[in-house]
Every structure is written in C-alpha cells, then in structure tokens.
T-cell receptor
Framework: SAVISQKPSRDICQRGTSLTIQCQVD?????MFWYRQQPGQSLTLIAT?????????ESGFVIDKFPISRPNLTFSTLTVSNMSPEDSSIYLC?????????FGPGTRLTVT | EDQVTQSPEALRLQEGESSSLNCSYT??????LFWYRQDPGKGPEFLFT???AGEEKEKERLKATLTKKESFLHITAPKPEDSATYLC?????????????FGKGTTLSVSS
C-alpha cells in the first residue's frame, strides 16, 4: 500500500489568485493522478501526472488553468490558477499502480 | 461512453441487517473494477479490485462480486462503524494512464 499526504488540507482564497497543492507519497509509485470532488458529487479526473513530462489532461481541463508538475516518483503539485468561486471543491491526489490506487486526504478549497 | 451507476443513492440499515449495494457499468473493455470507502472529510480508502466475471473478494463484513455488467458489495451483519459512502470505479482498457471513472456513490447509514 501507499500513504499519501497533501498540503494544505484546506484554504480560503480570493478570486483571481492561485493556489498550489502538494502531494507526497511515502513510496515510489508508477501512476499519480489529480481528481476533483465537488459537493455531493463523485470524483472527476483532472489529469494524469507524468513523471518527467507534461501532464495528460481530461476533457474540460487545461494546462493554463491547472498546471501540474511531477519531478519524481513520489511527489506532484497541482496549481489552481486565476481562481473563481466555481473552483471551490475538494482536490484529491491519488497514486499507486494499475491494480491498487490510493488517495490522499484531499485539499478543501474555498474561493471567495 | 464509459459510465458507472450506483444504487441506491442512500441506504439505511439497522445493525445486523445485511444488504447489498449495486454498481452497474458500461465500458468498452474492463481492465478492473474498484471499490472504495469514503468517510466525511476524508479521501477514499481502497477496498478491493476485481478483474473478471465470477471473481469475489472479502474483507471483514464486506464481500465484492463481479459480473459482466455489474458488481455488488454485500455487507453482512453491518455495524455502525460501517457507515460511510461507498464508491465504485472502473478502469477501462481504453482509458489512458489507467485512471478511474467513478460512480456517485452509495451513502450507507447503520444505526444501533
């Protein structure tokens, strides 16, 4: 198994600013992903974080809005840029291998 | 389009009252089906991965089964600590990077 931590756990941000969320895994993992979970909804994949190359984004998510870095096999960051109230959500990092994927505790973001 | 539907949306049980949660899926090809438990304010906790029709996996009071079109999560003699939202997700063969497609979840409440 893998233990995943995220920082910050929550934040309240002003419209138009940016927030970077960090994800740390306690062991090297093949795959890392970023998801969004809006209130009362299920998880939606934002992008696959690729080690050493550009992230792969899902339809509806773009690099300018959600730049992602993955410098090594245990760490990734997601930035939410130029935030609006619609970006208020829980952002979750996951990692593991194809057969077992583990999640961090999430970052609860509120944009005012 | 790959899709996951969970039912019921909410389920209330008395302690000891066994029941089942359903996860129906539509994918062009199934790589794996995942079950997670999510407690309020926390990230999803990995429970099981199933790969082929007829496969079953157990963990304490939980047993997951898989057919070609759906999966069931059977809860035997539940306890109040089993109260949580249970999420089902599929990993499709045509999904780049082996990311997961989630259903909306079933919220289980077990009262003593």
């Amino acid at each position: 198994s893998a233990v995943i931590s995220q920082k910050p756990s929550r934040d309240i941000c002003q419209r138009g600013t940016s927030l970077t969320i960090q994800c740390q895994v306690d062991s090297q993992v093949t795959m890392m992903f970023w998801y969004r979970q809006q209130p009362g909804q299920s998880l939606t994949l934002i992008a696959t974080a690729n080690q050493g190359s550009e992230a792969t984004y899902e339809s509806g998510f773009v690099i300018d809005k959600f730049p992602i870095s993955r410098p090594n096999l245990t760490f990734s960051t997601l930035t939410v840029s130029n935030m609006s109230p619609e970006d208020s959500s829980i952002y979750l990092c996951s990692g593991g291998r194809a057969s077992e994927q583990y999640f961090g505790p999430g970052t609860r973001l509120t944009v005012t | 389009e790959d899709q996951v539907t969970q039912s019921p949306e909410a389920l209330r049980l008395q302690e000891g009252e066994s029941s089942s949660l359903n996860c129906s899926y539509t994918v062009s090809g199934l790589r794996g089906l995942f079950w997670y438990r999510q407690d309020p304010g926390k990230g999803p906790e990995f429970l099981f991965t199933l790969y082929s029709a007829g496969e079953e996996k157990e963990k304490e009071r939980l047993k997951a089964t898989l057919t070609k079109k759906e999966s069931f999560l059977h809860i035997t003699a539940p306890k109040p600590e089993d109260s949580a939202t249970y999420l089902c997700a599929v990993q499709a063969l045509d999904q780049a990077g082996t990311a997961l497609i989630f259903g909306k979840g079933t919220t289980l409440s077990v009262s003593s």
